[in-house]
C-alpha cells in the first residue's frame, strides 16, 4: 500500500515549523507505523536530508517513550496502543497522514516530534513514592492486601507516562496521569501514611508545571493506550479534598 | 593478567557475611564528600543510584532515555524469582542457587550465583514495601507462578508487566532521593567514554543529545549498569536504543570483557514477518505454563492447526523433556524449536514458527481464567499477528533476547579496573552460560539494593575523601578530544548507505553464523565478513546533520560502530569455546542434539582484554571452581 505523510517539521524550540509532505511507497499492512517512519527516513537519509526526529525505544507498548498525533489523535486511531503498536492496516491505501508532535506548554517541543515530558518526572519528585530505603522492609507478607485492592493499584500502575493524556486534553490537563500515580500507591496500604502529603505535593507541582484544569471530558481516557480510568481522578479529588480538610502538610524536603 | 575474583574464604553459605563482617565503611559524615557515577537507569541502575542516595553518598544519574522510568528493563513480562518458598513447595536458597548454577550448564560463578539466591527474599519485601502491586491470593498473601528451569513456583509478578512495575518502584525510589538533593539526574544524556586515571576509574564523557555539548564528569567511583548487547544481532527482543556504547568503550580502556559468546536466544518470540522489521516482541515464558508447543509430525503440512488432529502433531518438549515438558530451559526450548524447523515441519508462511497452543487449558480454566493470567500478552499477540490467540494457536520462534556475557566483574561486582563497577545485565557474573526465566530481574535488583551498596564502599573506603581528580585533568581533556574527534570523523564520510543499512548487514552475518548454532567454518567466514563490513561502514556511512544538536542518526552511528568491534570479539569468543554450554551451541560438540560440555578445557570465565586497534585481543581465563556442586550433564529429561 502506499500513503502520503503530511509531518511536523521543526528544528528547534525557536525555530518556526512547518508540514512537510513524504510519499512513502510500497508498504505492507503488516508493517507497523514507527516501521513505515524508518523506511521513509531511509528514504530521506539517502537523499541527504535529515530525517524525522521522534521518539521511540521499546516499540512493544510499553516504555511509553514514543509519542506522535497522528490524524488528530494521540497514538492514532486504535484505541488502548501506543503509537508503536499502531500497524499500517489501520490506514486506507492512498490516505493522507498528518503526523504532529504532542502539543501542550508543559512538554515543550526539542525537534520534529520529540517534546520534553521531564514535568511528569518532577511531579513524581513531589511525592509519588513511598519513603522506604532498602533494609528496612517487612516481609513481604507481613502485610496481607486484599486481592480487589492490589488489583485496582495495578489498574493504575500500569500508567506508561507517556502524555497522551496531556496531548489529547483541551486544556493540556495532566489529571490523569497525577491521578493515576496518586492512586496506585494511595490505593495500599504501603502508601497510606504519606497518602495526605502525596496528594497535595502532586497536585501543587502539576499546577506550577503549566498544566491546565481538568473538565472531566474524558478526552483523556479516550486516548489511554493502558486505557487508564476516568475514576482515578475522582479518587483523587477526594483525597486531595480530604488533605485539604485535615490541614495536612504538604510533601516537604526531609532532612537527610 | 592475574584476574583476582576476591571470593571470601570460606563456606559457601557463609561468604557473604565473612565479606561483610570483614568489609571497610564509611562513616555517614564521610559519604557526602564522596561521588558515585550511575550510568543507566533500569532494575539494576535506579535501584543502586537510589540506594547510595538513601546511604547519603552524591549521585549522579545518567540515561539516554528522557525518563529514567522508560529504560528496558520496563518489558519485562513474566516475573522476578526469589526464595521465599511461600507455597511450601521445596523451595530455598539452596535449590535456587542450585537450579540458577544448573540452569547455566555450570558455568557461572558458586559464589556469586549462592548470594543471589540469598538476597533474593529481601528483594520481594523491598518491592511490597515500595508499592509494587504484585499479584495476591484472595487472603491478600503474595501469589507465585512456575517458570522454565525450576520445579517450584517461585515466581512473583505482577500480571504481564512485571518489569514496569519493578522499574517504577526503584524510579519512584530515585525521584525521592532527587528530591533530597542526593541524586542529580541526566536524562538523554550519553556516555561515550570511560576516563581512567592512575589506574582508576574515575569519571566519563558524556554527550548531551539535545544539544551534542560534550562535557565531563569526575567522580570516585563509575557504576555502569547498561544493560546488554543483544541489539549487534540487530533484530532482538532489546528496545531500539539499548546498546553496547558504555560497555565497549569502558573495554577499550581496560576493563575485561567477559563471555562475550554467551547471548540468550529466548524461545517464544513472535516470528519475523518482514524485511522492514525494527525488532522482534518477546511473548512471556510464563506462556509455556498453560500453552503447549507443537509443530505437525508431517513435513510440509500446510493445514490450518484446527484441521490437524491430535494424532498427527508433535507436542516436542514433552515427548523429549517429560519432567520439565514445556518448561525445559530456554535454550534447550529454542534449539528444539530450530530443530522441528530445520526438518521442514514449522508452521507459518515462513516455515520458522511452531505453535503455542492454549486450547487444553482453555478447555480446562475457561477463558475468563486465562485472559486473567495472560490476558495483555494475548492482547499484544492480536496487536501485532492480527489473531487470536484464543481461537487460534500462537506462532512463536527463537530470537535473541538477553547477553549473559559482559563486563569482567570480581566477587565485588568490581571490573579489574578500580573503581569501575558493573552492575546487571551488563555485567557477566550471575548467569553462566543461560539464563532462566525471571532470574534477570532478580540479578538487577540484587546488584543494585544489596550488593553493591556493600561493596562500593569497601572501595571507597580505601579512596581520601576528596582525592577524586578534577575535570580539567589532562585525562578528561583527553578523552574529550578523542570523543569529538570520532564524532567529526563519522560525520565527514558523507557516504551512501544508511547506518540502519549496515546494522542490518551486520546483524543478518551475526544470526547466520553466530546465532542459535555455530561451527568453526561459520564463524571464521564470520571473521571475515565482519571486518570487511566495518571497513565499508567507515567509508560509505552517511550521516546527515550536525553534531550540535539532537542528531538521532549520529546516535545510532556510534554504537554500530561499536556493535562491529563487539561483534567480532563475540565471534572470536564463540570460535575459542570449542565446546557447547548453555545458549553457546557449537554444532560439532552434541549428544542426541544436546549441548556437550568440555569441562577439562573449558570450566572457565574467558575474560577478554583489549589490546589497541589491529591488535589481537588477549584471552584470560578466570578458572571455575566448584567447591559444592558437582559439574554434572544437566538433564531436564
Known amino acids: 500500500m502506499n500513503v502520503t505523510l503530511k509531518v511536523w517539521r521543526q528544528e528547534g524550540p525557536e525555530t518556526p515549523g512547518k508540514f512537510v509532505r513524504y510519499a512513502a511507497q510500497n508498504l505492507s499492512p503488516n508493517m507497523s507505523f514507527l516501521e513505515m517512519l524508518d ?32 490524524n488528530g489523535e494521540p497514538h492514532g486511531p486504535e484505541k488502548k496502543v501506543a503509537t508503536c503498536q499502531t500497524y499500517l492496516r489501520s490506514f486506507k491505501d492512498g490516505e493522507t497522514i498528518t503526523i504532529e508532535p504532542f502539543r501542550a506548554k508543559a512538554f515543550p517541543l526539542i525537534k520534529d516530534l520529540i517534546v520534553n515530558r521531564s514535568a511528569f518526572d518532577r ?12 533494609g528496612s522492609a517487612p516481609d513481604g507478607n507481613a502485610i496481607p492486601v486484599p486481592k480487589q485492592h492490589t488489583d485496582a493499584a495495578m489498574d493504575a500502575a500500569a500508567c506508561i507516562g507517556c502524555g497522551a493524556c496531556v496531548a489529547a486534553c483541551k486544556n493540556a490537563s495532566a489529571m490523569l496521569f497525577v491521578s493515576a500515580k496518586v492512586s496506585h500507591l494511595n490505593l495500599l496500604p504501603q502508601g497510606q501514611t504519606e497518602k495526605e ?60 | 593478567m592475574n584476574l583476582d575474583a576476591r571470593i571470601p574464604e570460606g563456606p559457601l553459605a557463609q561468604k557473604w557475611d565473612k565479606f561483610r563482617r570483614d568489609a571497610k565503611l564509611v562513616n555517614p559524615a ?46 519485562a513480562q513474566g516475573g522476578i524469582n526469589a526464595a521465599k518458598n511461600y507455597q511450601n513447595d521445596g523451595d530455598s536458597v539452596y535449590r535456587l542457587f542450585y537450579d540458577t548454577i544448573k540452569g547455566g550448564d555450570f558455568r557461572a560463578r558458586e559464589a556469586n550465583v549462592y548470594r543471589l ?14 508499592g509494587v502491586p504484585f499479584a495476591r491470593e484472595y487472603s491478600g498473601y503474595l501469589s507465585n507462578r512456575s517458570f522454565g528451569g525450576a520445579q517450584v513456583s517461585r515466581t512473583f509478578y505482577a500480571r504481564g508487566q512485571t518489569g514496569q512495575q519493578l522499574l517504577l518502584g526503584a524510579y519512584q525510589s530515585l525521584m525521592r532521593q532527587v528530591n533530597l538533593g542526593t541524586v542529580k539526574l541526566f536524562p538523554r544524556t550519553e556516555m561515550l567514554d570511560l576516563v581512567v586515571v592512575n589506574g582508576h576509574a574515575k569519571g566519563i564523557i558524556t554527550r548531551n543529545l539535545i544539544t551534542g555539548a560534550i562535557e565531563s564528569h569526575a567522580a570516585d567511583a563509575v557504576v555502569l549498569a547498561t544493560g546488554g548487547y543483544g541489539n549487534a544481532w540487530y533484530l532482538s527482543t532489546n528496545a531500539q536504543g539499548s546498546n553496547a556504547t558504555a560497555i565497549w568503550r569502558a573495554h577499550k580502556k581496560g576493563a575485561c570483557f567477559a563471555n562475550p559468546c554467551y ?86 508462511e515462513s516455515g520458522l514458527g511452531v505453535y503455542l497452543d492454549f486450547s487444553a487449558a482453555i478447555q480446562r480454566l475457561g477463558e475468563a481464567k486465562i485472559a486473567e493470567r495472560y490476558g495483555n500478552l494475548f492482547d499484544m499477540y492480536h496487536e501485532i499477528t492480527g489473531e487470536s490467540a484464543y481461537k487460534v494457536p500462537m506462532r512463536i520462534f527463537p530470537a535473541i533476547h538477553y547477553t549473559m556475557g559482559g563486563l569482567w566483574v570480581d566477587y565485588n561486582l568490581m571490573s579489574n579496573l578500580p573503581g569501575l563497577f558493573v552492575a546487571g545485565e551488563a555485567n557477566f557474573s550471575d548467569h553462566g552460560a543461560n539464563r532462566l526465566g525471571a532470574s534477570a530481574l532478580m540479578q ?12 562500593i564502599g569497601d572501595y571507597l573506603a580505601s579512596q581520601k575523601p576528596g582525592s577524586r581528580p578534577k575535570t580539567d585533568a589532562t585525562e578528561f581533556q583527553q578523552a574529550e578530544k578523542e570523543a569529538r574527534e570520532q564524532l567529526q570523523k563519522l560525520l565527514a564520510i558523507r557516504g551512501k548507505r544508511t547506518v540502519t543499512d549496515f546494522h542490518k548487514h551486520l546483524g543478518k552475518i551475526m544470526w547466520e553464523y553466530c546465532g542459535m548454532a555455530r561451527n568453526e567454518t561459520g564463524l571464521k567466514k564470520a571473521l571475515e565478513l565482519i571486518p570487511a563490513l566495518q571497513e565499508e561502514f567507515w567509508k560509505d556511512v552517511n550521516i546527515p546533520g550536525e553534531s550540535s544538536d539532537l542528531n538521532q542518526s549520529l546516535e545510532r552511528a ?8 563487539l561483534a567480532e570479539l563475540i565471534v572470536r569468543d564463540a570460535l575459542v569455546r570449542d565446546e557447547s554450554c548453555g545458549g553457546h551451541f557449537r554444532e560439532e560438540h552434541q549428544e542426541e542434539g544436546e549441548c556437550k560440555r568440555n569441562d577439562e578445557q573449558f570450566a572457565y570465565v574467558a575474560a577478554w582484554e583489549y589490546k589497541g586497534v589491529d591488535q589481537a585481543p588477549v584471552l584470560n581465563k578466570e578458572p571455575l571452581h566448584y567447591e559444592e556442586l558437582h559439574l554434572a550433564t544437566r538433564s531436564y529429561k
Not at chain 1, 531511509?42 to 514514543?66: L, N, Q, V, Y
Not at chain 2, 539466591?117 to 515500595?130: F, H, K, L, P
Request: contains cysteine; neutral net charge.
Open chain 2, 117 to 130: 539466591a540469598q538476597v533474593s527474599g529481601n528483594i520481594i519485601d523491598q518491592c511490597v514495601a515500595q
Open chain 1, 197 to 256: 502529603r502525596r496528594v497535595l505535593g502532586m497536585v501543587e507541582q502539576m499546577d506550577q508545571e503549566g498544566f491546565g484544569a481538568c473538565t472531566v471530558t474524558g478526552s483523556c481516557e479516550a486516548v489511554c493506550p493502558k486505557g487508564i480510568s476516568l475514576n482515578f481522578i475522582a479518587k483523587m479529588n477526594r483525597d486531595y479534598f480530604g488533605a485539604l480538610l485535615r490541614g495536612s502538610p504538604k510533601a516537604t524536603v526531609e532532612s537527610v
Open chain 1, 123 to 134: 511531579i513524581i519528585q513531589a511525592g509519588g513514592f513511598v519513603s522506604t530505603s532498602a
Open chain 2, 263 to 348: 547471548a540468550q536466544i529466548h524461545p517464544t518470540c513472535i516470528p519475523v514477518s518482514g524485511d522492514s522489521q525494527s525488532k522482534l516482541t518477546l511473548m512471556s515464558e510464563s506462556l509455556r505454563n498453560d500453552g503447549r508447543v507443537w509443530v505437525p509430525k508431517k513435513k510440509g503440512d500446510k493445514r490450518a492447526p484446527g484441521a490437524i488432529p491430535e494424532d498427527e502433531r508433535d507436542y516436542y518438549l514433552e515427548r523429549k523433556y517429560p519432567s520439565y515438558g514445556n518448561l525445559a530451559p530456554r535454550d534447550i526450548s529454542s534449539r528444539a524449536a530450530k530443530q522441528v524447523c530445520d526438518e521442514g515441519r514449522g508452521v507459518g
Open chain 1, 39 to 70: 523506511t521513509v527516513n531511509e528514504t530521506i537519509t539517502k537523499s541527504g536530508e535529515e530525517p524525522i526526529a521522534f521518539d521511540h525505544d521499546c516499540r512493544e507498548g510499553i516504555c511509553g517513550m514514543c509519542s506522535c498525533i497522528i
Open chain 2, 558 to 565: 556510534g554504537r554500530v560502530a561499536d556493535y562491529f568491534e
Open chain 2, 444 to 455: 538487577g535488583l540484587a546488584d543494585g539494593y544489596f550488593v553493591l551498596p556493600y561493596t
Open chain 2, 30 to 75: 564521610n559519604k557526602r564528600k564522596y561521588d558515585i557515577i550511575v550510568v543507566g537507569t533500569g532494575l539494576a541502575g535506579a535501584s543502586a543510584a537510589a540506594t547510595f542516595g538513601e546511604l547519603g553518598y552524591n549521585v549522579k544519574s545518567f540515561c539516554i532515555q528522557d525518563s529514567p522510568r522508560r529504560a528496558h528493563s520496563v518489558a
